[in-house]
């Protein structure tokens, strides 16, 4: 079956270089039917998982459609990617698929490039968190430019919990916040609360109390966050920081309403730990008998001075 379907791929090349091919009578190559041939031959090589074959196919696809100027060479490109995936080749895969992004923004259909840079973004992430990040923003970019608001702060969403799970704790701040502005402004208040949660978790792992406490000074203004069970937990979280009460601390961070937050902010509250280490709540001591022989302390005499009043 493989050997059938190689075979049949090659038969498609020989076709594809024939009309390409220049002559007496024929001026000019014929690019719009070797762009067809080339496309049959990626798709034979793919079926017999032969993938550096049908990514070389792909690419001649592309040229070919570029020289013919037509739309359907951002589309090769982007499958000339797809096949350099299949081969596990992923960083020369997502630069594919990011020239064909830009090729469909130059072309007027951004929604296609939109969709093209989130799959290079999907690709990379677990090899490389960052370019993943960058592809992901430029991704809510598109969108936001198109207003499409939703699709853009989803976008968005992904980046922030990769930023936080590198710790890259000063640019997961302001995509946080680039976030919350997207919710504001379609009026989901709700995930505002939460957005603003998340955030004060990364400011206080970047030990900035002040920013965390402006966080939440800021967001009173959003409809219904003042008198929230959320901000409720937030001003509980900020005192306990604040005095350095790990227990208070901890108690907040292990709420139903942290712990079932987005993985990496769960993760987060968890994991927070006040400054210097902090202070546990102690039970109160029982008073110890003095052993015999043990003069009172100044404190005993003088409490002892005043003990019947102080007629």
Not at 90 to 110: D, F
Not at 253 to 274: E, I, R
Not at 290 to 310: I, Q, R
Request: aromatic share 8%.
């Amino acid at each position: 079956m493989a050997a059938q379907k190689i075979n049949e791929g090659l038969e498609h090349l020989a076709k594809a270089e024939k009309y390409l091919k220049t002559g007496f009578l024929k001026w000019k190559p014929d690019y719009d039917s070797a762009a067809s041939e080339y496309g049959k031959a990626a798709v034979a090589f793919k079926n017999a998982k032969q993938f550096e074959q049908a990514k070389d196919a792909c690419l001649r696809e592309a040229i070919a459609h570029e020289n013919n100027r037509a739309y359907l060479f951002q589309l090769a490109y982007e499958q000339a990617g797809m096949m350099l995936k299949e081969m596990q080749k992923l960083p020369e895969a997502v630069q594919l698929i990011e020239k064909a992004s830009m090729m469909y923004l130059e072309n007027g259909t951004p929604d296609t490039a939109a969709m093209a840079l989130e799959r290079a973004g999907k690709l990379i992430e677990n090899v490389d968190p960052e370019k993943a990040v960058q592809l992901y923003q430029q991704t809510a970019n598109v969108f936001e430019n198109e207003e499409r608001l939703r699709q853009a702060v989803e976008l968005l969403g992904k980046a922030s919990r990769l930023l936080v799970r590198g710790r890259r704790f000063d640019e997961a701040a302001l995509s946080i916040q680039k976030e919350k502005n997207i919710y504001k402004e379609i009026e989901n208040y709700p995930t505002c609360y939460k957005k603003t949660i998340a955030q004060v978790l990364v400011h206080l792992h970047r030990n900035d109390y002040v920013a965390a406490e402006r966080c939440v000074r800021e967001s009173y203004s959003i409809p219904g966050f003042n008198g929230s069970e959320d901000c409720a937990a937030l001003e509980q979280l900020l005192e306990g920081y604040d005095q350095q009460d790990q227990d208070q601390v901890s108690d907040v961070c292990s709420s139903p309403l942290f712990k079932y937050m987005d993985n990496d902010y769960a993760k987060l509250g968890l994991s927070l730990v006040v400054p210097g280490g902090g202070i546990k709540k102690k039970s109160p001591a029982t008073p110890q008998a003095k052993p015999d022989g043990v003069t009172a302390t100044a404190a005993d005499e003088e409490e002892d001075e005043y003990s019947g009043g102080l007629c």
